[in-house]
């Protein structure tokens, strides 16, 4: 038809210009996708020397055997499971009431100059590598709680597990702060309408309402205190025992080998056994299903108190 | 009141108000809040006594310089804090850029003595410039033909920097006819244009080379810089004529300064050229120029101070990390112990981080953001996508460390410890940090922006490239300057996956085995000599932090900056 063909080009080569913006896209998806390669490959190459492992040890006396000695072939996986717990409760003691009541002086008190102080103050707290919080709680910590009279061993894991406290707070300040801040302020100022202090409406409204948030915070930094692995390697020592039930408070002096420190101790050996070599797979693919739970929990349900409010 | 009796109870009433009580909880909060940090500050306070012993020096010593350099920096803070605040930040970082640029020359001469040398540098840049000028100018003349363009931009830097056949393919090629018992002899190959400027019967001398491939193209972004901000390019021009100039003079000075004229050169294009740039811009906005005496009364004071020291015979501390450390490898002695081969391992590592992460997050960023469709099994894909970014970013750095032995040592069989595993193991680790922060910068960028390309007949593409990309890069710098902070901290999956517990010698090349910051530091940890835990180790924990320090400093200015903007 003659209208079509008389106008003036203006888009110079369409098809090749088409088909580059199409190899542009797909470039583009590719490093997308990698993501999921990523985890594939996580799953599959963990999977595929742990499936050796239990070809040879039996799985129910992996999970619950409680022995872990490599030099004698015990590959339980109880005592380290003991010495994971035991980290993830002290820290968990120390960082998610503090950290709460961070998020709430950062939300609802703090004046715009504190917020930018404290705020990076923060996040410099978890730029600090780990490895480095662990010579914090070896070389400074440890010695300071034998001064004051604890009967803390050299390697002990309660002076690792304030460190991963210390370090787990950001996390759970800044996620719980972002969902306070994202309770309306209707809410609020229907409470001061109620004739409320400032503390009722904190404590009456605000938590409460941002309790889903919270909570999500909360199993994101328990996630991120059971994967972590410097700071228990510095300073928890390298024995792995069971928990003793009998005398709990005993557990505190004493050195423990979470899952994380048995992995890189199991490496690091000089001479390890092609088993005890595939255990350290095993363990692996135990800790990467229970931290990749945690954080899909965790996703879930900041995802449904975003929902709630936006 | 008659109506606060009975009849209308409302919620407070029978604690009459109490502030006590919320007083109570807000100081709680605020001590929840500082306690964390506070008690981090105590423990680094410990360290750095231990990195530089101040109190083994002269009480004579720290006296002259709390005198001539603490006090007169103290009053300087306190005067921004309370009266100048613009001059506060441009205190930071009139202090903070010559650190940023000497620590960026020290990444160039470690570069230069133990990577490359000036001539191997020069033909690489030179090529890989006549790569780039084939693919733009192919661009210009033969547009819309895709799968040209395409063979184009792979081949071109290929055959630029490795020839055609690479080496690495003919090797490949008659290895494998070797081992089938052929003897193919494929020894002829064009060489690459970086071999052909090697092999030139003549060479420019170091300084020349330097000039054309680093003083001149920083120089020229530079002018561009100030051209654009100015909105003239002779401005532009004068920038670049200056630095030039600069940089010139320093073959006469650099020799008398002691730098030599590569070390001039190198310290003209990442300190002066920088600051030159940042002080003529905070003279000409006329905001918080007070900012700009706190460096000169900095350097003012060490000197006076230096001089009384020196005239009064007061002797100094005796620190544990001093030149001696930063520049000496690993030794059983502990005076002797210093951390250089490994701060070269931790550079090596981080080039190779940037180069294969980098691209690959901020593409991966980019598709989500601007392509990825929300519906239909696309949408679906991408939503896996998304949530399985979310958790990869929680997946504990030893399972990472235990990925890369698996894939990159155990089936790749590279070389156990080498740099390339390590960068690589450590990138996919901080690879989803990299695509969510680079989503969060792309997000923000106004959709009115695409839109107004859009609707100047620009494709997706163009608009991604030329609009929404140079919004959104101040974004995705910080976000990848604070993972590239991450990354070399890192020390499990270094651990995991053998990197050396001390080397002598720095790595020559990226299939070296090296040893890195934090993996240095964690085996001195382990060490049970007090010298070795007092000293050394605290003085490696000092330069690792340190390092953090400037690279988190650099991320937060850009960051504010790029806030105040919007």
Redesign the interface.
Known sequence: MSTETSGPD?T??P???A???????Y??????????L??L??VV??A??AITFFGLVNPADYFLNTEFLLSRGEFGLLPLLSGTLLVTVISAVIAL???V??A???SE??SERMRSI?K??????S??????Y???A????TPFLQTIGLPVNTFNIFSASIMVG?MI??MV?SLSEDAMSAVPDSLRQAGYG???????V??GVVIPAAASGIFSSFI?AL??A?????IV??AAGSRARMLNLSEPLQNLWQGFQPM?AA??QI??ADSVSQLGFSS??AI?LT??VI??L???A??RIAARYREEYE | MATTDQSGRWHGEDSEVNHLRGRAFEATCLAATALGLVSVLILLLFVANDAFRPFSADIGWIATYAVTVLVPLAALTVFYYRLDDPAGEVAYVTSGLPVVGLLLTGGFVVLFTELLTVLEWFALVLSLAAAVGVIVAHGRYRSGVALERLAVLVLAPLVAVLGAPPVEFNYFVTDTAAALGLDVGLYYRVISLREAIMMLPFVPTDWMMLLATLVLPVAGLGGWFVGNRRESRRDGWTAVGLTTVTALAGLVAGPLVGVGVEGWLLLVTFVVLPIGIYVEGVVRRDEGRAGLVFPVVAVLGVFVGSLLVGALGFAGPEPWLDWGFLTSAHSRTPTDAGIYPAMVGSVMMIIVIVLSTFPVGVGAAIYLEEYAPSSGWMGKFVTLVEINIGNLAGVPSVVYGLLGLALFIRILEWPQGSVIVAGLAVGLLILPIIIISAQEAIRSVPDSFRQASYGMGATRWQTIRQVVLPEALPGILTGTILALGRAIGETAPLLMIGAAASVRLAPNGFFDVASMMPRQIFSWSSELDPAFRHGVLAAGVITLLAVLLVMNGTAIVIRNRYQRQE
């Open positions: 203006i110079s080569r098809s090749g210009r088909a580059r913006e199409r190899m542009y896209r470039v583009l998806l590719l490093c997308a996708s990698l993501s999921i990523v985890t490959s996580i190459l963990l595929r020397d009431p503090t950290g009541a961070a709430v002086y950062l008190y703090a404290l990076p103050g923060l996040e410099i707290l730029g600090i590598p780990t490895v480095v662990g010579i914090f070896l070389v400074y910590v210390i707070i950001p300040s109620m004739g409320a202090t400032k503390f009722e904190t404590t994101l996630s991120r059971i994967g972590e692995t410097m390697v510095v994380t992995m890189v490496n690091s350290m797979f692996g800790l990467f931290t990749f945690l954080n899909l965790s996703n």
